[in-house]
């Protein structure tokens, strides 16, 4: 079965340092988003992605964040002076063109600013 | 502004009892809703999908209905099991369908 997949499953970085997280899709979808859920808390939106472009980002998604899809299968998450806040679990999902709506996603990258 | 709220955020009931999660959604107009699965440390899973047109979708042990004048979904999971126990989330699209926004959840805990 077709699944999302992400690395690393868990990074540790110093406070300040450049963060990338990488995520593949399943091949076919076309829409593409990124998920964070700090620790005993909810599953918050950060952005979305359809046709090469962000469609969607939330509060949270600063100008410390970007999102970049280098090639025709992987789609990154940069963050680029990690804060001690940052940490969280990051989930990247997909989304097919049908009309369900439904996102699958993947099992997550933790990430820990120390 | 825009609010999904699951009212409990932890659920417990004995194993074969049927055990029922409520969402409750303000300013949102939404073509559908969705429930999502989340067990410890994993990614959600896709549980159900219910269409504004739809007053109740069903699969295997589970049910959903939604009532858009109530603005309110219930999950209900019939003879429930110790594998039932995860958190259940409920979601939404935003107004621009470029978003898909998720509420609390709601912990819920099934006992043999």
């Known amino acids: 079965e077709p699944e999302v997949t992400q690395t690393p499953s868990h990074q540790v970085t110093q406070m300040g340092q450049e963060v990338i997280l990488r995520c593949v899709p399943i091949?076919?979808?076309?829409?593409f988003y990124w998920y964070r859920q700090i620790l005993g808390q909810k599953v918050e939106f950060l952005v979305s992605?359809?046709?090469?472009?962000?469609?969607?980002k939330s509060e949270i998604f600063d100008d410390q964040f970007s999102v970049e899809r280098p090639d025709g299968s992987n789609f990154t998450l940069k963050i680029r002076s990690t804060k001690l806040e940052d940490s969280a679990m990051y989930f990247c999902?997909?989304?097919?063109?049908?009309?369900?709506?439904?996102?699958?996603f993947g099992e997550g990258s933790r990430l820990t600013v120390l | 502004s825009q609010k999904i709220e699951q009212n409990s955020e932890a659920l417990n009931i004995q194993e074969g009892k049927t055990a029922t999660l409520t969402c409750n959604y303000t300013n949102y107009s939404p073509a559908y809703l969705q429930w999502y699965r989340q067990d410890p440390g994993r990614g959600p899973v896709f549980l159900l999908l219910i269409r504004e047109n739809e007053k109740e979708k069903r699969k295997e042990r589970l049910k959903v209905t939604f009532d858009t004048t109530l603005k309110q979904s219930l999950f209900h999971i019939t003879a429930s099991q110790p594998a039932d126990s995860a958190t259940y989330l409920c979601a939404l699209e935003n107004q621009a369908g470029t978003a898909l926004i998720f509420g609390k959840g709601t912990t819920l805990s099934v006992s043999s």
């Open positions: 999902a997909s989304r097919g063109t049908g009309d369900t709506g439904e996102l699958f």
């Open positions: 091949s076919n979808h076309l829409y």
């Open positions: 992605f359809y046709n090469n472009e962000i469609s969607e």
